[in-house]
């Protein structure tokens, strides 16, 4: 569709007799390189088409152009001094001409540059008044835009509730058929699906997703349709449908390298998490590096440290991302501060005073912006963090149920997100905390909850601590009972009753029922059947 779109403008172009027809053919030719990814043809036809506007005294058409070579700069190059400069002359132009659908235009690349260098409050302005132009024009795409673009940015500063209002209402129209342009169409399904990745609003992200790939296919899009695929992807790792992530987040990086080096970068971050997750390390590191100007890789780079016990290499890391995000960066800070809280709970004991008042901080942090926010996600994110201060940094003995419970309902949270892998996560540190408080048949449990979910989602490495920790429990809770409760133990998996146990060990019946008291206590079991299976899999039998 686009390279036949672009055959017949060059072909125009060539044929042009005049300024404003070489201009508008030269214009027409540049929207679909921009959807080819052709970089090199956007700049030099939307440039000749700037010239012969100009040439032709058709300012407004030559403004238009500026507005577009300065969201070029941004978006294909990340050049924003060239994209300002652009968005200045356009501006410059447009001064006297009546507040037309240029003026709006270059008001919505103009929010778009603050978002990207993380002005929020500015991009919020822009779009307010892309929106409020567009409704005085009669522009349904405009209007979409501005609404996406308002709501995106508000979701990124973690004001999701009227964020997320904003991009289901952009998208429900845009996907609708009630817009005209190609990109009024897709920005909206874009974002969301951005918005809901940000916000780890899962089930969100699986209504619409769909949705918007079929879109991008249907409309022949070339690195949107990539970038759409890391969301995603993205999207699917969270839930657990990881070969299916594994197709996207593959898919890409392929399309995005070497054309969108920004975006690349993105891709490769997220697949560099699912490859951690799998245990595969060195190729994990190779991704994150390669996409360390992003904080998902830098992150990336922080759990692998963990993975490999380097809490303090996880901490440093962790530590400088969020020194180097501002405060209104809400939903950014997030997973940089639950990893802070996570590393320093694993270091707790090589932490300097001076450093638990900044964890402590951070977890109330990550408290609050949890009740802004309100996903399931991040609520679970900031119990987590939670209740590994009060079990490890804090150590507060007489807050130990309180913590224990955090970490209960930080599981729940997660499963309900649909977020399996953390909620496995989060278990293997309560069956930890449970270990260290002498409840090691709980613990069991925790751990081998986990380690179920873990090897059906194929987390190696996580799966891997999660058979370390079982095989510790089971081991602490056979050498918990005397060579006599053992014997007594084996004599019970046979089915023999107290009275006959009583007579085969030369015992008093009271004596027995005594044992068995005491074997359930130490094995913190409930009855006689859970203690003889508990046996039965630790090899005591």
Request: aromatic fraction near 4%.
């Amino acid at each position: 569709m686009w390279e036949r779109a672009r055959r017949e403008f060059e072909g125009a172009l060539d044929a042009a007799v005049g300024d404003r027809e070489r201009a508008q053919a030269a214009e027409g030719a540049a929207e679909a390189a921009w959807w080819l990814d052709d970089d090199a043809r956007v700049s030099e036809r939307y440039e000749q088409a700037y010239r012969a506007y100009r040439a032709a005294g058709d300012l407004v058409g030559a403004a238009r152009s500026a507005a577009w070579l300065g969201n070029g700069a941004l978006q294909l190059r990340g050049e924003d001094a060239v994209a300002q400069d652009w968005f200045r002359r356009a501006g410059r132009l447009l001064e006297g001409a009546p507040r037309g659908r240029e003026r709006a235009l270059l008001t919505l690349f103009e929010g778009m540059a603050a978002r990207q260098r993380g002005d929020g409050e500015t991009a919020i302005e822009r779009a307010e008044e892309v929106v409020s132009a567009a409704r005085g024009l009669g522009s349904s795409d405009l209007e979409v835009q501005g609404m996406a673009l308002s709501g995106v940015a508000r979701v990124d500063r973690g004001d999701v509730g009227e964020g997320m209002r904003l991009l289901d209402e952009a998208a429900a129209v845009a996907l609708a058929g009630q817009t005209h342009e190609v990109g009024a169409v897709w920005m909206p399904g874009c974002y969301l699906v951005q918005g809901c990745v940000q916000a780890r609003d899962w089930e969100r992200a699986a209504q619409w997703s769909g949705r918007v790939m079929d879109l991008c296919r249907r409309l022949d899009l070339g690195s949107p349709f990539a970038r759409c695929r890391t969301h995603y992807g993205t999207a699917l790792l969270w839930q657990g449908r990881w070969p299916e992530a594994e197709e996207e987040l593959t898919g890409a990086v392929r399309a995005l390298s070497g054309i969108r080096p920004l975006f690349a970068a993105e891709a490769r971050a997220q697949l560099g998490e699912l490859r951690r997750r799998q245990g595969r390390r060195t190729e994990a590191g190779e991704l994150f590096r390669a996409a360390r100007t992003t904080p998902d890789g830098r992150l990336g780079l922080a759990e692998l440290c963990l993975d490999e016990g380097d809490a303090g290499g996880a901490f440093d890391h962790a530590r400088a991302l969020l020194d180097g995000l501002p405060a209104q960066a809400s939903l950014e800070r997030c997973r940089a501060l639950e990893l802070l809280a996570r590393a320093g709970a694993r270091r707790s004991a090589g932490v300097p005073e001076s450093e638990h008042a900044r964890l402590l901080d951070a977890a109330r942090e990550l408290g609050g912006l949890a009740g802004m926010v309100g996903t399931d996600a991040v609520h679970a994110s900031a119990l987590w963090a939670a209740g590994l201060m009060r079990l490890r940094v804090l150590q507060e003995s007489t807050g130990t149920e309180h913590a224990v419970a955090t970490l209960r309902r930080a599981t729940l949270l997660f499963e309900r997100a649909g977020d399996a892998y953390n909620a496995a996560r989060v278990r293997l540190d309560l069956a930890e905390a449970l270990t260290a408080r002498d409840r090691p048949g709980t613990a069991e449990e925790e751990a081998a909850a986990a380690r179920e979910t873990l090897v059906r989602l194929g987390g190696v490495t996580d799966a891997r601590r999660a058979v370390r920790l079982l095989a510790r429990v089971r081991h602490d809770r056979a050498s918990a009972l005397t060579t006599r409760q053992r014997e007594i133990l084996a004599l019970v998996a046979l089915g023999m009753t107290n009275k006959e146990i009583a007579r085969r060990l030369a015992l008093s019946e009271h004596t027995v029922k005594r044992h068995i008291a005491n074997i359930l206590v130490r094995l913190g079991l409930p009855s006689r059947t859970a203690a003889v299976a508990h046996a039965s899999r630790a090899g005591l039998l």
